[in-house]
């Protein structure tokens, strides 16, 4: 058990470094990515911001809604992820990674880390630009590893996701399809742009549900209010969700090539 779960970790390294290496060598994804959190904070944030018409609990609009920015530009990036498992199995990687002896969850828990150190270039983005707006954050070091630690969560988990996604559809506009389908409500079946208190009542239960929701309220906690009394809370769900489909994404991964 000890040798396989060492071998996990180790292979899941390798595979996360290589597909790592991959973003270093063209990172204009991350150019083309850092325009949609962009646009939301300095569009969408500013012009609400100045119409105080969503409560906040006396934080402006913009300190609100930078951990919802992040969050949303961290699922959006991890949820098609499943894309990429499909184009591998059409050019034939796929296939050849699978016959290897790499134990199939560090083939999930490689596409996860790679997914969040993907997701921390994201935040660098949204931070430093809320700088630039001049938006009051709580950043110090351990807020800042709070981050890093619920974005590779939150980024594992929808990477996950995705991943039993793209196992069951099998196709590129099935997967683009559904995921689209899929990212929208749970954005806006959060508490990503506005407090739970003013939803009506089946949608609060909808958001208490959503994991986004936790991953917003951690990095909400993390870098603007400072309040830590439900960080543990928001650990513990996202760890779950995490642990849960990744067995799941395991027992389907050799499926996507059937």
């Known amino acids: 058990m000890f040798h396989y779960v060492v071998k996990t970790i180790s292979k899941s390294y390798v595979l996360a470094e290589m597909e790592v290496r991959k973003l270093l060598h063209d990172p204009t994804e991350l150019v083309s990515r850092a325009l949609q959190p962009i646009l939301w904070l300095g569009i969408f944030g500013e012009a609400l911001s100045k119409i105080h018409a969503i409560p906040t609990q006396g934080y402006s609009y913009l300190q609100f809604i930078t951990p919802g920015i992040l969050t949303q530009s961290v699922v959006f990036l991890a949820i098609f992820y499943g894309l990429y498992i499909i184009m591998d199995r059409d050019s034939g990687?796929?296939?050849?990674?699978?016959?290897?002896?790499?134990?199939?969850?560090?083939?999930?828990?490689?596409?996860?880390?790679?997914?969040?150190?993907?997701?921390?270039?994201?935040?660098?983005?949204?931070?430093?630009?809320?700088?630039v707006l001049r938006v009051p954050l709580h950043l110090t070091i351990w807020s800042l590893l709070g981050v890093l630690a619920i974005i590779m969560l939150g980024a594992g988990f929808f990477t996950g996701l995705s991943m039993i996604i793209a196992s069951i559809v099998k196709t590129r506009e099935r997967f683009m399809g559904i995921g689209q389908v899929i990212t929208q409500p749970l954005f806006f079946a959060s508490n990503a742009i506005y407090p739970v208190s003013i939803m009506p009542h089946w949608l609060q239960?909808?958001?208490?549900?959503?994991?986004?929701?936790?991953?917003?309220?951690?990095?909400?906690?993390?870098?603007?209010?400072?309040?830590?009394?439900?960080?543990?809370?928001?650990?513990?769900?996202?760890?779950?969700?995490?642990?849960?489909?990744?067995?799941?994404?395991?027992?389907?991964?050799?499926?996507?090539?059937?």
């Open 205 to 258: 239960v909808a958001s208490n549900a959503n994991p986004l929701s936790y991953m917003v309220d951690a990095l909400r906690g993390l870098v603007v209010t400072g309040a830590t009394a439900g960080l543990g809370l928001d650990f513990l769900v996202l760890t779950l969700a995490v642990l849960v489909v990744s067995a799941i994404s395991a027992w389907l991964y050799p499926k996507v090539v059937i």
């Open 93 to 131: 990687i796929l296939q050849k990674l699978l016959v290897t002896p790499t134990p199939r969850l560090a083939l999930v828990w490689g596409r996860m880390i790679s997914a969040g150190v993907r997701g921390l270039s994201q935040a660098i983005i949204v931070f430093l630009f809320a700088l």
